[in-house]
């Protein structure tokens, strides 16, 4: 049996879980309207161990929501993942954050699928993925406006998922167009992904992994406080 233990936390959702042989056996998350990552990720990691009542060495492997996302998530999940992989000598999986959205989204025959993260002003990462969720056009930082996915909603129905689609819904009104907003990545779509890169042994190599941003960070300036 394989026991992988999944991480992701690009969004707000810190959210762990393990999983074997591709199915999910243990959940833990939290999704409180900002970033609890750093107080909650590891009491998550040792309570799903604990739930399932393995150790940590029986662990085979330990997957990581690779992004795009929020730097700080990233950098806080991707330490975790690397960190147990080198003191367990465990392989580390990535998986797609946008991917993860998308298979949160039930697609009839030819419908696709925008997984939307938000980001800056009216920017969002996206994606998109055909209604067998393979994905079919890459990754992208983008402006949203009236014409964005034109394309693609003239030939049929569009999902825009994930915490981006707030941004779609106000300015792309098409009737093909659908939108839900209050999916985020977890940790449970990712079971039956790790399991077939698991499989296939796809892995990452440890000293040289880094979450895929998509953009460079820039950090904002504190605000001032007056009395």
Known sequence: MGHILNIETATKNC???????????????????????AEKLHSFILDTINEVGIKMHDLHAIAIGKGPGSYTGLRIGVSAAKGLCYALNKPLISVPTLEIIALQIPLENNEIVVPLLDARRMEVYSAIFDHNYRQIRQTEAEIIDKTSFKTF??????HFAGDGAEKC????????????????PSAREMAAIANGKFKARDFEDLAYFEPFYLKDFVAGKPKKYFN
């Open 169 to 184: 819904k106000v300015l792309i009104k098409h009737d093909n167009a659908r939108f839900v907003s209050d999916v985020f």
């Open 15 to 37: 959210s762990v879980s393990i999983s074997r042989d591709g199915e999910l056996i243990a959940l833990k998350e939290l999704n409180e309207g900002k970033f609890s990552h």
């Open 153 to 158: 909603l003239d030939k049929g129905i569009v």
